[in-house]
């Protein structure tokens, strides 16, 4: 679009600041949207822009900063504020009513169409005005479908057709291509494109850096809660673009690894293993005692559901074989896997990892409460000698916390991380797998977290780092297996090991 | 494309819809074999124009409770205090009618019963409590004010009600009882309201995906209000049509009807749209029900058997309901895996 003339941005956040107890989330942080321009918003996880996201609809208040829409000043946000300002998010769970058509989830929010004496839904009169907007739109959807059995790529459509639809003149959209085949992206960024060009403004949010030569006009780089850059797409090559992604870090985050050390017997050994849903299919690897294996690859490459799938308890095998220390091995359920010597460091700590409400001894004891009673017919804790070990763990694991009977839900990111760790860590685990254990955590939490990853691989542990991040994949580990759509496409040896090496690897070429 | 898999396609397709049907129509089948049992059993009194009359207008009490139950259940919300606003409404009806006009007195009671289903929802909305527990609350304050306002006379209520109004629970037009137009009347308002009207879209909406509804820009905390006061409503209706059936009212009279509503309700919600709540699914859940009770009446099987089996048919609806959805997923997801497309759907976002 030509532009005469100063015209206002369409949207500018100036200063944005804002803390959480712990952490900040965002510090100083610039971003401006022009009109009909798709804006790339990237960084690693924990860089600040989903928390950025939220202020813009008004889910989180910020602390400090401007923002301006259409050159004007807007003090207050809340959702119902965005939205009458024309800011539309489409994140990844879409927000389809997933009992409703395609036609009345276009509509949703919005009046329905109605029949002149009775006031009722006119039906027919819904379907032609909703497929009237699909096919100006260049959208080939039924609108009589059921959103359930559409592909996530219409799915997309039909929430980027709602946003339309109700007059949004700002699109954010949060990594819309993450479960996307090749061909649905093309058809996805023709749409996008098309909208931009009729003057919708687009920030455009995602890990796949390859993707923002293709669709963005600018790219803005946030990382460690603050913006490295904003710069136009065409003035940067992907090699620039990584480097100022991954940044130069402070090597001291990373424990220094023993080089040509002797490693163990096979802890855990995968032969052709594909899950029911295809992730991962036909995967083989190695995990020898001593050492540390990462698996990466892009959002739903299939590593996050590996572990799920190796301690039992999401997804199911469909073939393949699996031994741990040299006896087969069929992932069952948790007590199972526990059983076997395997521990988990689940992707999702509040849910999966701590039970916020107990005290922080409760939750270090709760693998093993078995070595904790007084004897075992009655089956009472004793708690004196449970309070003892948690103060060890403590101790040894550095938690900050008032003591073992703190609720565990007041402790941060980083110290909750590491009381599931010390949970596993009661009895030394034969195989320990992490998911995304540094996610949402601060940089000092994460060195000790590493760390603590190392010295329990010296220990004689076998240890299965499953992360999406490739800096610390890069720092701990001793080889990585890059996934992409559930299948190995490389393995990387130490020595090949950096972050701008993992990170070509996920995206491929 | 060979023929061999074009086959097992039209096999799998084939079994697909077996298993959708058999999901969706499942209660329809139950109630038809039901029907058929009882009428082999009892030709000549089951299945006769009367006794099928009788069957509607012995359910027609409890198709208006489990209508208005439905409009709560549809928003994701509980109500589990209708039985003792049915009661309410009873006892209230029963007290009020010897003094009042009757129409006063109808409309006046239901006002009350209605304005508890607007405390509930304000609690409910305002205070964030949750539904099961406010209703839970104020059953258990309207259960104390039933047995308070009937304390003076006994515990039961029945002098003094007009013959005229009495009349509504006995009386007939074209043969057929005035209770069961009461009912139908309920059902195609409450069942054009669900699906014809923004409000009622909107209901499904808030309680098939709060968050959608939510940055769609829709006010859940109206609708909600407007739910349990519908289902306040329709349980005072019942209640002074329980007055005007049984002449009578007692602190206890309503009780079935929060148990009752719900199976019935449930049943529907395993009925045609499987997992959602719908009136024409609750009509058919109450028909099973009618068809249960007026069945084993006629062949004489004990109470404490009719219960048992009552709750048997509900569990195994439901649970059928479930096995059907998740056989079909297996069937496809199978199929997906063979094609070699890959299910959908990443992992979480960060942060």
């Not at chain 1, 996201?53 to 050159?71: F, N, Q, S, T, V």
């Not at chain 1, 949060?174 to 093309?186: C, H």
């Not at chain 1, 594909?274 to 540390?292: H, I, K, M, N, Y």
């Not at chain 2, 289902?231 to 929060?258: H, K, Y």
Request: hydrophobic share 45%; aromatic share 6%.
């Amino acid at each position: 679009m030509g532009t005469t003339g100063p015209e206002p941005l369409r949207l500018e956040m100036r200063g944005i600041t804002k803390t959480f107890p712990g952490t900040v989330a965002c510090e100083e942080i610039d971003f401006d949207l022009r009109r009909g321009e798709i804006h790339a918003l990237v960084g690693q996880n924990g860089a600040g822009k989903s928390t950025l996201i939220k202020i813009l609809a008004g889910i989180h208040p910020r602390d400090a900063g401007e923002i301006l829409i259409e050159g004007k000043p807007v003090e207050h946000l809340s959702p119902r504020i965005a939205h009458d300002l024309g800011m539309r998010f489409i994140h990844q769970e879409l927000n389809l009513v997933p009992q409703f058509n395609v036609a009345e989830n276009i509509v949703l929010g919005d009046p329905y169409p109605l029949r002149k004496p009775t006031r009722l839904i006119d039906w027919r009169g819904l379907n032609r005005h909703v497929g009237g907007i699909l096919e100006n739109l260049n959208i080939p959807i039924d609108p009589r479908r059921s959103v359930q059995s559409l592909t996530v790529a219409e799915q997309w459509m039909v929430a980027i057709a709602r946003a339309l639809y109700s007059k949004g003149n700002v699109l954010v959209m949060d990594e819309p291509t993450s479960s996307l085949a090749r061909d649905d992206v093309r058809e996805l960024f023709a749409l996008v494109k098309s909208l931009a060009a009729k003057g919708t403004s687009i920030v455009y949010i995602s890990h796949r850096l390859e993707e923002i030569f293709e669709l963005a006009e600018r790219v803005t780089v946030l990382k460690d809660s603050r913006k490295v850059l904003t710069t136009e797409v065409a003035s940067l090559t992907l090699g620039e673009l990584v480097r100022h992604l991954v940044g130069g870090r402070l090597q001291e985050l990373f424990p220094t690894i023993e080089e040509g050390r002797t490693l163990g017997d096979p802890v855990l050994e995968v032969s052709d293993l594909s899950a029911t849903d295809g992730r991962p299919s036909d995967l083989s690897f190695v995990v020898r005692g001593r050492e540390v294996l990462g698996v990466t690859g892009l959002l739903g490459a299939g590593h996050n559901e590996l572990a799920d799938l190796l301690f039992g308890v999401r997804g199911r095998v469909a073939s393949g074989r699996i031994a741990l220390a040299g006896t087969a091995y069929a992932p069952r359920n948790a007590r199972h896997a526990v059983s076997r010597g395997v521990a988990l460091v689940p992707a999702e700590r509040r849910s999966q990892g701590v039970v916020g409400e107990m005290p922080l001894w409760e939750n270090v004891i709760l693998a093993h409460l078995r070595r904790f009673l007084i004897d075992p017919v009655t089956r009472i804790v004793d708690r004196k000698r449970a309070r003892r070990s948690t103060g060890e763990q403590m101790k040894a694991l550095q938690i900050v916390a008032t003591g073992p009977d703190q609720e565990v839900r007041n402790l941060s990111g980083g110290n909750q991380q590491k009381v599931v760790l010390a949970k596993w860590l009661l009895e030394s685990p034969r195989l320990l797998i992490l998911s995304e254990p540094t996610r949402g955590i601060d940089v000092s939490a994460k060195a000790e977290i590493y760390a603590l990853v190392r010295e329990l691989a010296d220990r004689g542990s076998g240890i299965l780092f499953i992360s999406t991040e490739a800096e610390e994949l890069a720092g701990v580990c001793d080889r990585v297996l890059v996934l992409r759509d559930g299948r190995l496409v490389e393995e990387l040896p130490r020595e090949a090991l950096t972050a701008h090496r993992i990170m070509e690897a996920c995206y491929g070429e | 494309m060979s023929r061999r898999v074009g086959g097992r396609n039209v096999v799998r397709r084939r079994f697909e819809w077996i298993v959708l049907k058999g999901g969706r129509y499942g209660t329809v089948l139950g109630l038809l074999v039901l029907f058929g049992v009882f009428a082999a059993l009892k030709p000549n009194v089951f299945f006769t124009g009367r006794n099928i009359l009788n069957i509607f207008n012995q359910i027609s009490l409890l198709g208006i409770c489990a209508a208005g139950l439905t409009v709560c259940l549809v928003l994701n919300e509980f109500d589990l205090s209708i039985g003792a606003v049915a009661t309410l409404g009873a006892v209230l009806a029963a007290g009020w009618l010897p003094h009042t006009h009757p129409a006063i007195g109808v409309v006046g009671v239901i006002a009350v019963c209605a304005g508890i289903g607007l405390v509930n929802g304000l609690i409910i909305t305002t205070l964030r409590v949750s539904s099961f527990m406010t209703t839970l609350g104020t059953m258990t304050v309207l259960t104390g004010f039933s047995y308070w306002y009937t304390s003076g006379s006994g515990s039961i209520l029945y002098s003094g009600i007009p013959k005229g109004f009495l009349q509504i629970g006995k009386g007939s037009f074209l043969h057929i009882p005035y209770l069961i137009f009461f009912m139908v009347g309920v059902l195609v308002v409450l069942h054009v309201l669900l699906n014809h009207t923004t409000t009622g879209r909107r209901m499904y909406a808030v309680g098939g995906s709060p968050e959608a509804a939510r940055f769609a820009g829709i006010s859940a905390r109206r609708l909600k209000i407007l739910g349990f006061v519908l289902s306040g409503s329709l349980a005072g209706l019942t209640g002074v049509l329980l007055v005007a059936r049984l002449g009578l009212a007692e602190p206890t009279i309503g009780d079935r009807f929060l148990f009752d509503s719900f199976t019935v309700a449930f049943l529907g919600a395993a009925s045609i749209r499987v997992g959602r709540f719908h009136i024409l699914g609750t009509l058919i859940g109450t028909l099973i029900m009618g068809t249960i009770f007026n069945g084993f009446t006629l062949l004489d099987v004990p109470y404490h058997l009719q219960l048992i089996v009552q709750g048997a048919i509900l569990i195994a609806a439901v649970s059928s309901a479930g096995f059907w959805m998740n056989l079909l997923q297996a069937v496809r997801l199978q199929a997906a895996g063979r094609s070699g497309r890959r299910g959908e759907k990443g992992a979480s976002g960060d942060v």
